[in-house]
């Protein structure tokens, strides 16, 4: 605080003033006088900024001479390849909360460690630290790092709240790095991607890769396109509705163009970074009717020809270490061996149990020994019915 008393002091002695309690409350900063008397304090970004602007103070001259004890991050590089990285894990799987006047709380949140590993090591890439440890939230494992973060995402352009309501789009930096863009498709893959490997009516292997992403479009319907979907799902008595039922071409045509941002985005990059193949577009798959009566439209785009599914695993894949890449891996390696050709019964049974020991949903083995290897600290690691629960089974397998 003797930094700051001396900037107050030389500017009470250039204007004449001997008081400083009312010198400060007369510009709106009598909080700073209980940082004087207290010798340091917690300050907002706000007051902060407030204090340099009325007393011609640098921001970046605070940080230098150490005066700022405590985010260690700050000023938080809104353009360093871990922050980048940060954002596009964030907008797959991360959660950033608000509280009443202020952005809160920045969490992540998977059923696989491997995941919630990659990001505790972004968060410390870009200055941050995990606090206290990973939690059990629902069906997954949550990990929590700094607020002050949370605040660098809003103002970097992800913004907080649901994501389908709020469509972000992409860091446009991610168009001039080929390496942050490589690693985007890789997470995206990974969080919000899926692949499988079946057997077609003409006993052919069918390699699946696929991802998609979800918007809010109940804003943008009439009420009367409302209701037909309201009524589909009444009569289906389901609230996920798949996109055939819906026979009105008009409404179809509408949802068609609402399409999430960064989905149409993510399918431009690959375009134009692959310009020699020919992608497939994404297209609505599903239709969802929440309770309060909002409509989501689950977008995908889905990989079937063997040059593409080639070119992704080769270039791209999946997050190395996790489930979901392991599993990549055993199916496509049996997809590379019996592809192109009409099948065996033999060779029939042998894909079968190639998917059968490579299982989509995620085991609770799995999830206990990633924790303890790669969260030592963890105290809940070896509990096994406390996984079971989170990954939503009523027993083992």
Not at 36 to 54: A, D, P, T, Y
Not at 317 to 338: H, S
Request: glycine share 6%.
């Amino acid at each position: 605080m003797t930094y700051v008393r001396d900037i107050i002091e030389c500017e009470m002695v250039r204007l004449g003033a001997t008081d400083m309690l009312k010198f400060l409350t007369e510009r709106g900063l009598d909080r700073v006088n209980l940082w004087i008397k207290e010798g340091k304090s917690i300050v907002s970004v706000r007051i902060l900024r407030k204090f340099c602007q009325r007393f011609n103070v640098d921001p970046n001259e605070l940080e230098q001479k150490g005066i700022i004890l405590s985010p260690k991050l700050y000023p938080v590089n809104m353009r360093s390849n871990d922050f980048i990285r940060l954002k596009s894990h964030v907008l797959n799987e991360g959660r950033i909360s608000v509280k009443k006047k202020s952005v809160g709380a920045l969490s992540y949140v998977n059923q696989d460690p491997v995941l919630l590993r990659f990001f505790a090591d972004i968060i410390r890439g870009v200055g941050g630290s995990i606090r206290r440890g990973l939690r059990f939230e629902g069906y997954g494992l949550a990990a929590y790092a700094d607020p002050v973060l949370a605040r660098a995402l809003v103002f970097s352009g992800l913004p907080f709240g649901r994501k389908t309501r709020t469509n972000p789009p992409l860091d446009p930096y991610l168009r001039q790095n080929s390496e942050l863009f490589h690693h985007h498709i890789k997470a995206t893959l990974t969080e919000e991607g899926w692949c499988s490997l079946t057997i077609t009516k003409s006993r052919t292997a069918r390699f699946d890769i696929a991802w998609g992403r979800s918007i809010d479009i109940t804003d943008k319907l009439s009420s009367d396109q409302v209701n037909v979907i309201t009524n589909i799902s009444e009569i289906l008595k389901k609230r996920k509705i798949a996109i055939g039922y819906i026979k009105d071409y008009d409404l179809i045509n509408r949802i068609i163009l609402i399409s999430p941002i960064s989905f149409d985005q993510e399918l431009y990059l690959l375009n134009s970074t692959h310009k020699e193949k020919n992608w497939p577009n994404g297209h609505p798959f599903k239709i969802h009717l929440s309770k309060i009566g909002r409509i989501t439209a689950s977008w995908e785009v889905h990989f079937t020809r063997p040059d593409l599914i080639d070119l992704i695993h080769d270039e791209y894949g999946m997050l190395p270490g996790t489930w979901k890449a392991r599993r990549f891996e055993n199916l496509y390696e049996a997809y590379r061996k019996f592809r192109g050709r009409r099948l065996t019964d033999e060779e029939i049974q042998e894909i079968r149990k190639v998917n059968e020991e490579n299982p989509s949903e995620i085991s609770v083995e799995w999830v206990s020994e990633r924790v303890q290897e790669l969260f030592p600290e963890d105290k809940g690691a070896k509990n096994l019915e406390k996984i079971r629960r989170m990954l939503g089974w009523k027993e083992d397998g």
